[in-house]
Protein backbone atom coordinates (compact mmCIF):
# COMPACT_ATOMS: atom_id res chain seq x y z
CA UNK A 1 0.00 0.00 0.00
CA UNK A 2 1.68 3.45 -1.04
CA UNK A 3 1.22 6.11 1.42
CA UNK A 4 -1.60 8.16 1.26
CA UNK A 5 -1.41 11.64 2.85
CA UNK A 6 -5.04 11.82 2.56
CA UNK A 7 -5.35 8.78 4.48
CA UNK A 8 -3.04 9.42 7.09
CA UNK A 9 -4.67 12.69 8.23
CA UNK A 10 -8.37 11.15 8.05
CA UNK A 11 -6.73 8.54 10.31
CA UNK A 12 -5.02 10.73 12.59
CA UNK A 13 -8.04 12.89 13.28
CA UNK A 14 -10.58 10.50 13.25
CA UNK A 15 -8.14 8.15 15.85
CA UNK A 16 -8.54 11.66 17.54
CA UNK A 17 -11.96 11.80 18.28
CA UNK A 18 -11.96 8.30 19.23
CA UNK A 19 -9.57 8.88 21.94
CA UNK A 20 -11.07 11.26 22.97
CA UNK A 21 -14.23 9.26 23.48
CA UNK A 22 -12.12 6.21 25.31
CA UNK A 23 -11.24 9.16 27.71
CA UNK A 24 -14.59 10.50 28.69
CA UNK A 25 -15.70 7.14 29.45
CA UNK A 26 -12.53 6.09 31.31
CA UNK A 27 -14.38 7.95 34.63
CA UNK A 28 -17.53 5.15 34.31
CA UNK A 29 -16.12 3.16 37.53
CA UNK A 30 -17.26 0.54 39.32
CA UNK A 31 -16.29 -3.42 40.46
CA UNK A 32 -14.70 -3.71 36.90
CA UNK A 33 -13.45 -0.47 34.85
CA UNK A 34 -17.00 -0.47 32.67
CA UNK A 35 -15.48 2.43 31.10
CA UNK A 36 -12.39 0.50 29.47
CA UNK A 37 -15.10 -2.44 28.86
CA UNK A 38 -17.61 0.20 27.05
CA UNK A 39 -14.31 1.35 24.75
CA UNK A 40 -13.53 -1.68 23.76
CA UNK A 41 -16.74 -3.31 23.38
CA UNK A 42 -18.29 -0.04 21.08
CA UNK A 43 -14.70 -0.26 19.02
CA UNK A 44 -15.38 -3.75 18.24
CA UNK A 45 -19.24 -3.18 17.09
CA UNK A 46 -18.29 -0.04 14.73
CA UNK A 47 -16.04 -2.20 13.46
CA UNK A 48 -18.19 -4.57 11.97
CA UNK A 49 -20.88 -2.44 11.43
CA UNK A 50 -18.36 -1.17 8.68
CA UNK A 51 -16.43 -4.37 8.09
CA UNK A 52 -20.04 -5.76 7.47
CA UNK A 53 -22.19 -3.19 6.02
CA UNK A 54 -19.90 -0.66 4.23
CA UNK A 55 -16.67 -2.63 3.13
CA UNK A 56 -16.26 -1.81 -0.79
CA UNK A 57 -13.30 -1.68 -2.56
CA UNK A 58 -14.16 1.91 -4.03
CA UNK A 59 -14.38 2.84 0.20
CA UNK A 60 -10.75 1.57 1.62
CA UNK A 61 -10.73 5.17 2.67
CA UNK A 62 -14.17 5.27 4.85
CA UNK A 63 -13.58 1.90 5.83
CA UNK A 64 -10.27 2.72 7.48
CA UNK A 65 -10.71 6.11 8.87
CA UNK A 66 -13.43 4.33 10.30
CA UNK A 67 -11.65 1.17 11.53
CA UNK A 68 -8.14 2.03 11.81
CA UNK A 69 -8.31 5.85 13.08
CA UNK A 70 -12.08 6.01 15.11
CA UNK A 71 -12.05 2.29 16.61
CA UNK A 72 -8.46 2.16 16.89
CA UNK A 73 -8.35 5.36 19.04
CA UNK A 74 -11.30 4.02 21.14
CA UNK A 75 -10.01 0.46 21.73
CA UNK A 76 -7.00 0.13 24.21
CA UNK A 77 -5.50 -3.10 25.12
CA UNK A 78 -2.83 -1.89 27.07
CA UNK A 79 -5.04 0.02 29.77
CA UNK A 80 -7.10 -3.17 29.87
CA UNK A 81 -3.70 -5.03 30.69
CA UNK A 82 -2.69 -2.38 32.85
CA UNK A 83 -6.53 -2.26 35.44
CA UNK A 84 -6.17 -6.34 35.16
CA UNK A 85 -2.62 -6.45 36.37
CA UNK A 86 -3.37 -3.62 38.95
CA UNK A 87 -6.31 -6.26 40.05
CA UNK A 88 -4.15 -9.37 40.46
CA UNK A 89 -1.11 -7.00 42.23
CA UNK A 90 -4.29 -6.64 45.03
CA UNK A 91 -4.72 -10.12 44.77
CA UNK A 92 -8.33 -9.71 43.35
CA UNK A 93 -7.83 -12.48 41.47
CA UNK A 94 -11.88 -13.24 40.56
CA UNK A 95 -12.57 -9.47 39.95
CA UNK A 96 -9.84 -9.79 37.18
CA UNK A 97 -10.62 -12.99 35.90
CA UNK A 98 -14.44 -11.23 35.33
CA UNK A 99 -12.76 -8.69 33.58
CA UNK A 100 -10.43 -10.13 30.76
CA UNK A 101 -13.47 -13.05 30.35
CA UNK A 102 -15.75 -9.58 30.19
CA UNK A 103 -13.09 -8.23 27.86
CA UNK A 104 -13.29 -10.61 25.11
CA UNK A 105 -16.86 -12.23 25.39
CA UNK A 106 -18.55 -8.88 25.57
CA UNK A 107 -16.88 -7.47 22.36
CA UNK A 108 -16.85 -10.65 20.44
CA UNK A 109 -20.62 -11.42 21.01
CA UNK A 110 -20.91 -7.79 19.72
CA UNK A 111 -19.48 -8.30 16.65
CA UNK A 112 -21.22 -12.04 16.25
CA UNK A 113 -24.41 -9.97 16.68
CA UNK A 114 -23.48 -7.44 13.80
CA UNK A 115 -22.74 -10.10 11.23
CA UNK A 116 -25.66 -12.14 11.95
CA UNK A 117 -27.92 -9.20 10.74
CA UNK A 118 -25.71 -9.13 7.37
Known amino acids: MSLNLVLLMAVSLVGGVGAVVRHLLAGLHGWLPW ?3 LANTLASVVG ?5 FF ?5 RIFELTVVVGF ?4 ST ?3 LAGQTHGMLRERQWFRALVYVLASFVIPSTGVMLVAMFR
Open 48 to 52: AIVLV
Open 35 to 37: GTL
Open 71 to 74: AGGL
Open 55 to 59: AHPTQ
Open 77 to 79: LST
